[in-house]
């Protein structure tokens, strides 16, 4: 028996592990894959207070660091979530059972890929999933934003001011995003926008040098060189397993403020994998200790 279950390991749920720890709670770390979440696949973090720059996967092992000796942690994948008599049970995939007052969920999103040949080998060597994280790396260089939502929008907006040329590439022949960011993008001089593109391929050994495309109208392929790509098609959450207990809205995220409390007691959600308006690696740790805190308070006003 726990205090405080936390299913991920990603910047949200490992902040929340530390915050526990200096309230004295025992903590169970689950993590179905590996500690850092999407942040240790970035090659450079420079956005992170106080540190100047380092990769996400240092970042990762250096929070890791912070708790690895007060918590317990186990690779696996919960799979079913359930609280009965005020206590949490949570089952994994290797059928292993875990009982806790309070849980807080921090699965996290993954980004949309593009699922074509070398990409997972082209992550963190040219191709990125976001440019406030990974934009200034690419100033004054060509680069390429391809997706159509506001997201996407924002981030050519974004890319623009920095590099040196953006072209934003679009599956369809319109956006999907505020009219407003379509009207400040068509006045950059030096972005360029190509509607009814399909990506069918990279180019490059070690690291992205181009992406190849067919026009879904013509069928001509096309090549663009490029120094790095941005994919903005979308965020996959998956907390479907556990909307016995929590409410989901209609992307399949979390129903949560900045409280991070649902509606159980007891159990909270924090960072990527809720509702709100920026998922940045900043507000992923503000959700953690939130979350963290909420479930210490919890536990205090049950025990009395």
Do not use: W
């Not at 390429?144 to 929008?153: C, E, F, H, K, S």
Request: net charge negative; with cysteine.
């Amino acid at each position: 028996m726990y205090d405080i279950l936390i299913i991920g390991a990603g910047m949200a749920g490992m902040t929340a592990a530390l915050y526990a720890k200096r309230n004295n709670k025992t903590v169970m770390l689950i993590e179905k894959e590996a500690i850092g979440g999407q942040i240790a696949s970035s090659p450079r973090v420079e956005n992170y207070p106080t540190i100047p720059s380092l990769s996400g996967l240092e970042l990762s092992d250096k929070v890791y660091e912070q708790i690895a000796d007060y918590v317990d942690f186990d690779v696996d994948k919960v799979v079913s979530l359930e609280k009965k008599d005020g206590i949490f049970t949570a089952v994994t995939e290797y059928g292993n059972t875990y009982q806790a007052l309070t849980v807080i969920i921090a699965n996290g999103v993954k980004h949309r890929k593009l699922r074509l040949p070398k990409e997972e080998e082209f992550i963190g060597n040219g191709i990125s999933f976001c440019a406030v994280c990974d934009g200034a790396f690419y100033k004054d260089q060509d680069v390429i934003l391809v997706g159509d939502g506001n997201t996407a929008l924002q981030y050519s907006l974004l890319l623009s001011d920095v590099c040196k040329s953006v072209k934003v590439c679009t599956l369809f022949d319109k956006f999907f995003g505020d009219e407003s960011y379509v009207k400040a993008l068509r006045e950059k001089s030096n972005v360029q926008i190509i509607h009814n593109l399909a990506s069918i391929g990279f180019k490059g050994e070690d690291k992205l040098e181009g992406v190849i495309f067919k026009n879904t109208q013509t069928g001509e392929v096309v090549e663009y060189d490029c120094k790095g790509l941005f994919v903005a098609i979308g965020q996959i959450p998956d907390n479907k397993i556990f909307e016995n207990l929590a409410d989901l809205d209609d992307l399949g995220y979390f129903k949560a403020d900045e409280t991070c409390r649902t509606r159980t007691e007891g159990l909270f959600v924090a960072g990527d994998t809720r509702t709100k308006t920026y998922r940045q690696l900043t507000t992923a740790a503000s959700d953690g200790a939130t979350a963290a805190l909420s479930a210490c308070d919890y536990i205090l006003k049950k025990s009395k």
